[in-house]
């Protein structure tokens, strides 16, 4: 289910507003009435929806509106206030959907909409992970943890059932003092279980020592593919707590073959300074 925050300083109004969200098929996380604490929430739930009044106690909401929309990864944003005369300034600024106070019955068609339109996406992107770019044979049958990340020494077997094109995708946990996070511990744990849950039905997850991180070798996938993982990735690591910045590097299979592919990786991985954007090699 999509979530929301509602930023009014009405409580009797936010009350309502809540109410049509649900209704909406839409979680509330967290209600507020300043629009620094609607910042600060929207980055801590990683919400999908805001309903954001412009004309605050404090003064904050137009300079909430600017922070959320340069946040990396936006929220729908949805300016319900009374000072709507000018819209398109209001878009401008950026929002996604402008309402004027007190429709609340136009509201409530805003929010039905959009929710629509996330479950929609979310849909879509369900079935790109279970779907290949191209056609691919069942995934070799490997032993898997209950994570379901396989040994490094059954990368072979996975290569073997690879073809020119596949994508290789290398994942590490960087530390603060610049290291990845040893294998072993619960935080590189949790990092291939998350990589585990994001990627297709048929591309294997294996762990790689020399890197204390992991391959996800994606099976009839290509770049496409690989953003699409790193983007699901980063979007559940956002909502644990996990000790350090993950960082990654993909590259596809060429005719040197998939071990190569991943050496690839791996080096540039080895050779980066770290951080949370995805590379190309």
Known sequence: MATAVVC??????????????????????????????????????????????????????????????????????????????????????????????????????????????????ASQAANERRQATTQTSPPPDLWRSPGGIARFDDLLTTAEHTQLGDTVLVVSLVTDLGRPTPLGTAAAAGVGELLCSVVRVQDVVHELPDIDGYVAVLRGGNDIAANGVWGRLAKAEATTSLPGQLTGVWTLVDPLGTMAAVARAQSALLSADGGPDLRAV
């Open 8 to 121: 009014d300083d009405d409580g009797a109004l936010r009350a309502a507003i809540s109410t049509l969200c649900e209704e909406a098929g839409l979680q509330v996380v967290a209600e507020t009435n300043r629009g620094g604490d609607a910042v600060e929430l929207v980055r801590r739930f990683d919400v999908d929806v805001i309903v954001l009044d412009l004309s605050l106690m404090d003064g904050s909401g137009e300079s909430a509106l600017r922070s959320l929309r340069a946040e990396a990864r936006p929220p729908t944003i949805i300016v319900f206030s009374a000072y709507t005369y000018d819209a398109d300034a209001i878009r401008h600024l950026g929002a996604d959907e402008v309402v004027s106070k007190p429709d609340l019955d136009v509201l409530g068609e805003v929010l039905a909409k959009v929710s629509t339109t996330l479950e929609e996406a």
